[in-house]
């Protein structure tokens, strides 16, 4: 296998940022990199591509000085072939500029490939509708931010699609950073065929950062004839700053999935701690929850003790929004709830939730740790203040802490301001600090957000334990896979 080997170290100010010996890829083949939020998976990248400032940043690859390394002729010369999908499509579209003409800009002009590749990620040959999403420029809201996505994914494979015409045998380096992080299922599922369909047609080298373990299933499932083209990374932490890039067997994946699937909780009478009427009005538009896939049965959302039910719907439906009006974060037009035996609407007053439910009666894990999170705070001041009933003192602080966080809690990391930490790190803290005041109801809003494989286990694990005590459990997950393993088709809901 023609390998490429790079030790890569990236600081600032003198501290280092993120720092590998050896982040590798096989050229012409395809890398799945997984790994938690904030462990350096896309600096690491951007370093190796050639994307990071070396006026802001001090980087050295491969012992070299970056400037030598970016001035170097293999790496110039490797970037001409290449593409970076970015994390964030907002931020790398021009907002001056209509999505056409950023289409055909620099290296991916003309537009030849176009009609095909948009045609095929908007699944639609529809000219019209596509000229009213491609003719525009882009706003905050506008298109969506899957639109933008997909976008963005359209350019890389406009450049693909000349690589497939020619007869160069130059390097090439394809980077896609959670390129299916804004869209649902079925366009990341377009998506990977779409990529495996051109690398048949002439291979290229592909690095998909992603936190979705599910491809892996997917790919099992639909690409077993290039499975020996198809690795697994990981990137885990050694210590401050520094990471392993270490082999990530599926198998770990698929066998614990099957195991979980295995043990599916079965549902059995208990007492009621929430009822949700089907229908409830907010910021001016109707939803309603319904029983079934195709939304045909409208169901009142029924959570007893040691139930945890699976709310399901595209991004963007609402299933944030009616986890904040159940928490009493959002005050809507029209609404019915008992939670706990106590009646809730629409003119419940917040006073009410603050009183005898946050933190008490119930608690809502939120899908973004930084807006969740004191960032100020240190990690032992997250924990102060919490309606308890007991007190937490240091040594049942730690051990809760080292159910989540590996290599021990010293008291230096309870220390550490919050917003020092990585994203995955801040997600098993936010999760960590609503799972330990046991209250009746858990919301949990994406609670697997940028975690890696080994924090995904301990978190379920740690649920079903809170489920088998007695907690009522309100899910809300992209990661249908795993959630459908776990929760039943009785305790799945649907939003419209």
């Given at each position: ?67 030598t390394f970016l001035n170097a002729p293999e790496t110039r010369a ?104 804004s869209l649902d299922n079925s366009y990341r599922n377009l998506f ?112 007893r003790k040691g139930e945890m039910v699976y709310v399901k719907a ?183």
């Amino acid at each position: 296998m023609n390998t490429a080997h790079y030790s890569v170290c990236i600081a600032s100010n003198g501290r280092t940022i993120v720092a590998v010996d050896d982040f590798s890829f096989v050229r012409d083949e395809i890398t799945f990199l997984f790994g938690e939020s904030g462990i350096g998976k896309s600096m690491l990248c951007k370093a190796v591509y050639g994307l990071l400032d070396p006026d802001d940043l001090q980087v050295s690859v491969n012992g070299m000085p970056y400037r030598t390394f970016l001035n170097a002729p293999e790496t110039r010369a490797a970037r001409l072939s290449s593409f970076f999908v970015f994390q964030e499509p907002s931020s790398h579209l021009h907002p001056l500029m209509r999505i056409t003409e950023q289409l055909r800009e620099g290296s991916i002009a003309g537009p030849e490939s176009e009609e095909r590749i948009l045609s095929r990620f908007w699944k639609t040959a529809d000219s019209a509708r596509l000229k009213s999403i491609l003719d525009v420029y882009p706003k905050p809201y506008r298109p969506s931010g899957g639109e933008k996505q997909r976008v963005l994914l359209a350019m890389a494979f406009k450049k693909i699609a000349l690589l497939a015409t020619s007869k160069s045998n130059i390097t090439n380096f394809f980077v896609f950073d959670e390129p299916t992080g804004s869209l649902d299922n079925s366009y990341r599922n377009l998506f990977l065929e779409f990529l495996f369909e051109e690398y048949r047609k002439r291979q290229f080298t592909a690095m998909i950062i992603t936190h979705d373990y599910s491809i892996i299933s997917r790919v099992y499932e639909r690409h077993k004839n290039i499975i020996d083209k198809i690795h697994y990374k990981e990137l885990t932490r050694l210590e401050e700053g520094r990471v392993t890039m270490h082999d990530f067997s599926p198998d770990d994946y698929l066998s614990w999935l099957e195991r979980t699937a295995s043990h599916k909780a079965a549902g059995t009478p208990a007492e009621e701690v929430v009822r949700i009427a089907p229908e409830f009005r907010i910021f001016g538009r109707g939803h309603r929850i319904f029983s079934d896939p195709e939304r045909t049965k409208e169901a009142e959302l029924v959570i007893r003790k040691g139930e945890m039910v699976y709310v399901k719907a595209p991004s963007g439906v609402g299933k944030t929004t009616l986890a904040k009006i159940v928490m009493g974060l959002y005050a809507p037009e029209k609404f019915s709830m008992t939670l706990c035996e106590n009646g809730v609407t629409e003119a419940t007053p917040r006073k009410f939730y603050e009183q005898e439910m946050w933190g008490r009666r119930a608690g809502m894990v939120f899908q973004h740790a930084d807006e969740a999170l004191d960032l100020e705070a240190s990690v032992a001041e997250t924990f102060e203040g919490l309606p308890l009933g007991y007190k937490l003192t240091r040594e049942k602080l730690h051990g809760a802490l080292a159910e989540l966080f590996e290599g021990g809690v010293t008291d230096a990391f309870l220390a550490k301001k919050v917003k020092f930490l990585s994203g995955g790190q801040k997600q098993r803290l936010n999760l960590l600090r609503t799972i330990i005041l046991h209250p009746d109801l858990i919301v949990l809003d994406e609670p697997l957000n940028g975690l890696d494989f080994d924090s995904v286990r301990k978190i379920i694990a740690m649920l079903e334990e809170k489920r088998k005590a007695g907690s009522a459990l309100l899910m809300i997950s992209h990661n249908e896979e795993i959630f459908d393993a776990l929760v039943d088709e009785e305790h799945c809901y649907y939003l419209a």
